[in-house]
């Protein structure tokens, strides 16, 4: 007895970065983080837990930060979703990137994408955090590398750079 | 002093190094691979992908201990999308593998000895189609009972669980007077629970089958691509030019990827099926997928003289290896050789015992052997202060170890051993300011869900001190290799040496701008197309291909020199590197190294060897270790008594650097290994019952989070040491070594209570 494939002539589509993708010949068990990194080419997103605890998958779903892992891919086509490659234009980089690069936030990187996507959220919806409500807002993205202290750095340069501008 | 939560962090670093060009050793340069990371473009092993590539994915044993009666595989045979099926009997060459012995099967033929040791592998087109098949193979089993006492397999009570026994290693060390004594005598009994290192990037590679199909190209995560493709290779029965090992993009290692984990599956199932197989896995079979910290259970008995100085020291040591060696053998002399911490010690008389088991296998990870050793010694530290009427820190100043002293296996200490500079400025960084009355929950022990009064809070002050060995031990030849090229003022560099976050890559690209006087520097691909550069672990790269890059890129520069002076009628000893230029020191020729090297074609490559090690005697006499640095540690804690419940305020450091050549990146190793040593002494564990892991996941195991991270103040001890080549010590290890005794020292300090064992739980404070 030979089993059917498991792919569904289902096409679903979805909005990522703007642009809009059609996806076929999926199962529909895929998360949303397997669709993006397997079948987008949107390798950005990372999976380090499977089960919403570490945040490396962190993805912007109309605006609201969540783990890709947690999302059923075909459960998503009506949202407006933003990846890490979706930040800034090709070779670009947004503030937060450069003050991750600048303070030394980065070490072996596996966590960082997830941690990008939450601070620029976090930093739009709290312009200018205390440390309390930095720590607890990233408190879902776990760094194994840096102790997070690098991470905080970052965090206090991007709010004291765009306090700086808003104030010229 | 530097305050690692505030912007002014790198301040002190950058002041000092304003005079230096930007990128050359001692500045915070950037690392290469930095973009790309912030980017989400940069290359893990599980982000790559081939052209009809198939996954792969490993069956397990269910059980710690069992013998397998037979493996039907025809289910899965009939699950569409299923390509490849593999069990023992499909291994073309070596059945068997490991670092140190070969002793574990590449899949479990007649018995499993582990929760979780692979039994067959399957590929397919789809991860779901690989877990269906799996579930579709069926294994008889016998299920026999488990030994997971260590105890029971020292005493030798228990049926052989392996042909080759269930003692892995024993080894005394015996130093001077047996009988020696003093009028102080204090013991404790210490226990560590198993850590995992839980790098963030599971296990990945991708396999690419030669055309020819007698072999094959590994992209993998690893820490030692040399040592893998030796393994690799065994296994497959081919020669070891026929499996080329290129880096993959590897999230983290700790230790964790020392050992071979799915490099053989993945291989077999390439060259089985003639297709590129992808291989990674989830973070539960992280779990089982590698070795972790040895649990250990230590007895010490110190004696000392009636004002606390240290005569004799007794220890028995025990760590559990689990299921199969790895380097077990490794990680007892580290544990047994650093039983009297960085302290003097004339006599000594320590048993250190490297069991098998049926618990899961451990092996290497951050701090290799020592992390336990010193958890007790410094256990014994304060209990020995509170005999003798002394402070922590002046048992410690008292007892401190100096450049020269003998460790207890005759060798001496002839590293740099700023120990007394390490405990005084460490206890002259600022105290933390009091918990305020009105503090927010989240500063509390225990947060916002399991919120402590803040009326019950106690403060309590703990230290630590420790001395690490660098680089490899007794007798191993431990080398690197780097190649260097110079052309048209662009330096390439090539090596083995495996980044795994720690920023290697950086490290060479200042090496090369500082030795050579160029700005640009190419790094060739990381792979097997170099000769070794050891393993990216025992805090040894830095010093090791550190070495390496430094000595090729001093002959390249040789070379340029005699070229120009050749050309210019002078001698070459006349000539120097000065900024970005070549220049006659005693007359007025300056030409930039880029005209100087243009047309020419300068290439070496270079062994870097550090100095010879010996293997142990059997009263664990010999000068077994290469080099050492120290740290210290301050730990501030609060803590609820009644609920049990930590919050870790502060962690002080000063820490033996030799030279901070990225003062940066330093700072990213001290406050990344004080949250690894904060998980181990409050948070992190491993729970095995029966031989059975209960929390295999990161659900469960519980991993330090950004409300759990202490403020770390830090103060950088440069004293160069002339045995290492960039006057550097590996900086890798020492910050997760002592702060996990510290913070256990501070509980006791708040609490009055007796704690002996780490990760200490809310039981172990408010129930004991």
């Known amino acids: ?92 980089l947004t503030d937060v990137q450069a003050a991750f690069l600048d303070e030394g936030a980065v070490q072996c990187g596996f966590c960082t994408p997830g941690l990008i996507v939450a601070v620029h959220h976090l930093l739009e919806h709290n312009p200018e955090p205390s440390a309390l409500e930095t720590r607890e807002a990233l408190s879902g993205n776990i760094c194994r590398c840096t102790g997070y202290g690098r991470i905080f750095a970052a965090v206090d340069a991007v709010v004291a750079s765009r306090a700086d501008q808003a104030a010229r | ?194 850590q995992d290192q839980a790098f963030l990037g599971p296990e990945a590679a991708l396999a690419v089958p030669d ?13 030692w691509l040399h040592e893998d493709r030796k393994q690799v290779a065994a296994c497959l029965g081919l020669p070891e030019e026929r499996v080329r090992l290129v880096l993959g993009g590897v999230g983290g290692a700790f230790g964790a990827r020392e050992d071979i984990s799915l490099q053989v599956h993945c291989s077999l199932l390439a060259l089985r099926t003639g297709r590129p197989i992808k291989m990674q896995y989830g973070r539960e079979e992280s779990f089982y997928g590698h070795v972790h910290r040895h649990p250990a259970k230590i007895w010490m008995r110190h004696h000392a003289s009636a004002d606390g100085v240290i005569v004799k020291i007794e220890a028995r040591m025990v760590f559990d290896g689990g299921a199969y060696t790895s380097t077990s053998p490794a990680v007892l002399i580290n544990g047994v050789t650093h039983a009297q911490g960085p302290y003097r010690c004339p006599n000594a008389i320590v048993d250190g015992y490297a069991t098998r088991t049926n618990n899961p296998p451990c092996g290497a990870m951050r ?68 918990l305020p009355a009105d503090a927010d929950v989240l500063a509390l022990p225990g947060g916002s869900g399991r919120t402590a009064d803040r009326g019950h809070v106690v403060r309590g002050v703990g230290y630590g001190v420790a001395i690490k060995n660098l680089m490899y031990s007794e007798g191993f030849d431990d080398y690197s290799t780097a190649r260097c090229q110079l052309n048209d003022g662009v330096a390439t560099l090539k090596f ?31 792979d097997t197309q170099i000769g ?24 390249v520069r040789e070379l340029l020199l005699e070229a120009v002076a050749e050309r210019h009628g002078m001698p070459a000893l006349q000539l120097a590197i000065e900024g970005t230029d070549v220049v006659d020191t005693i007359g007025s020729l300056r030409i930039p190294v880029a005209d100087a090297s243009a047309g020419l074609r300068l290439d070496e490559t270079v062994e870097y060897r550090h100095r010879a090690t010996e293997d142990l005697d059997e009263n664990g006499q010999g000068n077994c270790h290469v080099a050492f640095a120290f740290v210290a540690h301050r730990a501030v804690v609060d803590v609820d008594p009644e609920l049990g419940l930590v919050k870790v305020v ?118 004991s």
């Not at chain 1, 949303?32 to 987008?40: A, G, K, Q, S, W």
């Not at chain 2, 055309?211 to 820490?223: F, P, V």
């Not at chain 2, 991270?709 to 550097?728: C, H, K, R, Y």
């Open chain 2, 211 to 223: 055309d020819d199909g007698a072999g094959l190209e590994l992209y993998i995560a690893t820490q």
């Open chain 2, 367 to 434: 701090g290799f052997g020592v992390v336990q050793a010193c958890f007790a010694h410094e256990g014994q530290m304060d209990k020995l202060a509170a005999a003798a009427g002394l402070s922590p820190v002046e048992v410690r100043l008292r007892n401190a170890m100096r450049t020269g002293d003998p460790l207890i296996t005759g060798q001496p200490v002839d590293s740099v051993a700023p120990v007394e500079r390490c405990i005084r400025e460490t206890d002259a960084l600022p105290m933390p300011p009091d």
């Open chain 2, 650 to 767: 502060q962690i002080a450091t000063a820490q033996d650097v030799g030279r901070a050549l990225n003062p940066l990146s330093v700072a990213g190793q001290i406050e990344g290994g004080i949250a690894q040593g904060l998980g181990l002494a409050v948070m992190e564990e491993i729970i095995v019952t029966d031989g059975m892991v209960r929390n295999a996941s990161f659900t469960d195991y519980l991993l330090p989070t950004t409300l759990d991270a202490p403020t770390v103040v830090f103060s950088l001890i440069e004293e160069p040491d002339p045995q290492a080549p960039l006057g550097a010590k590996g900086v890798g290890e020492p910050p997760c070594i002592s702060v996990t005794p510290a913070i256990a020292a501070a509980i006791r300090d708040a609490t009055g209570r007796d704690i002996g064992r780490v990760p200490v739980r809310p039981q172990d404070i408010c129930l």
């Open chain 2, 1 to 194: 002093m530097t305050e690692a939560s505030a912007p002014a962090a790198t301040a002190t670093a950058t002041e000092t190094v304003t005079a230096l060009r930007p990128g050359v050793l001692g500045t915070n340069a950037a690392r290469p691979d930095g973009v790309p990371k912030v980017q989400g473009r940069f290359a893990f092993a599980n982000d790559l992908w081939a052209e009809n590539m198939l996954w792969g994915a490993t069956l397990r044993s269910p059980h710690p201990y069992a013998r397998i009666r037979s493996v039907d595989v025809t289910g899965a045979w009939k699950i569409a999308g299923v390509e490849a099926i593999v069990t023992a009997e499909d291994v073309p060459g070596q059945p068997t593998y490991g670092l140190i012995r070969q002793d574990q099967h590449v899949f479990a033929s007649a018995y499993v000895r582990y929760r979780g040791e692979p039994v067959a592998a399957v590929a397919a087109d789809h991860p779901e189609t690989c877990r269906r098949a799996l579930e579709a193979i069926v294994v008889d089993y016998e299920v026999l009972t488990p030994l997971t006492d260590p105890e029971e397999a020292i005493a030798g009570t228990r049926d052989r669980i392996h042909p080759d026994g269930n003692l892995i290693r024993h080894q005394r060390i015996l130093c001077g007077d047996p009988e020696a004594t003093g009028p102080i005598v204090v013991e404790g009994n210490y226990e560590m629970g198993m």
């Open chain 1, 1 to 92: 007895m030979t089993q059917e494939p498991i792919g569904s002539p289902e096409i679903y589509r979805l909005q990522v970065n703007g642009e809009s993708h059609d996806v076929q010949d999926a199962w529909l068990g895929e998360s949303l983080l397997y669709v993006l990194r397997e079948r987008l080419g949107l390798p950005g997103s990372k999976g380090a837990c499977e089960q919403g605890e570490c945040g490396s998958c962190t993805v912007l779903l109309d605006g609201a930060a969540v783990c890709a892992c947690l999302v059923m891919a075909a459960s998503a086509t009506d949202a407006d979703i933003v990846t890490v490659e979706g930040l800034a234009p090709d070779a670009a």
């Open chain 2, 532 to 555: 070794s550069s050891g393993s990216t672990s025992a805090s040894r790269q830095t010093w090791i291909s550190g070495g390496a890059v430094d000595a090729a890129c001093r002959k």
């Open chain 2, 496 to 526: 083995a040496a495996a980044e795994v976050g720690q920023g290697f890559v950086m490290l060479a690209q200042q090496i090369a701008r500082s030795i050579l006087g160029v700005d640009e520097v190419m790094l060739d691909t990381i």
